[in-house]
């Protein structure tokens, strides 16, 4: 699982790389930048708890519930076999305010809003998921901890 998330991840690595040059102006601007707004968490067990609560209500019962349990049976009545495109696109929509990751929002988030439908499951589309981002979390949280990433 972890080889699966580092390909992903460096996919949307090269995406950034492409979009800063096609589109400078969509580069982040510093202060989005966790390392730029981090101090050393060397010792501070307690984030990890911090984490874990906000896995859960951002993705089990926020994002994926929403976009994937409730909208996206209810968008099929409109858009049939196109619906994971527009719950793809409507999710990345409420992203808005992270206009330079929508190239990986839109790639990843066709990938996850089509497996909930194939396998007719919200419970897919939480763990694909939490593939790419809660388990790179937790273990960037846990390396920043022990003092081996800053």
Same mark, same amino acid.
């Given at each position: *699982? /972890? $080889? #699966? ?15 800063? @040059? ?7 601007p ?23 609560? *906000? /896995? $859960? #209500? ?15 049976? @209810? ?19 409420c ?42 979390l ?13």
């Open positions: *699982m /972890i $080889v #699966f998330v580092n390909v992903g991840y460096a996919i949307s690595g090269g995406l950034d790389e492409f979009r800063e @040059k096609i589109l400078p102006f969509l580069t982040p510093a202060y989005t930048e966790i390392q730029n707004r981090a101090e050393p968490a060397l010792g501070q067990w307690w984030l990890l708890g911090v984490l874990a609560v *906000m /896995i $859960v #209500f951002n993705y089990l019962l926020g994002e994926e519930l929403i976009f994937r349990g409730i909208l996206l049976p @209810k968008m099929n009545g409109v858009f049939r076999k196109w619906d994971f495109i527009a719950n793809a696109i409507l999710f990345a929509t992203h808005l305010h992270k206009i330079w990751v929508w190239p990986q929002i839109l790639l990843f988030n066709c990938i996850i809003p089509w497996a909930a439908k194939r396998f007719k499951s919200y419970w897919v589309s939480v763990i694909i998921h939490a593939a790419f981002d809660a388990i790179t937790i273990v960037l949280f846990t390396l920043a901890i022990l003092g081996l990433a800053q």
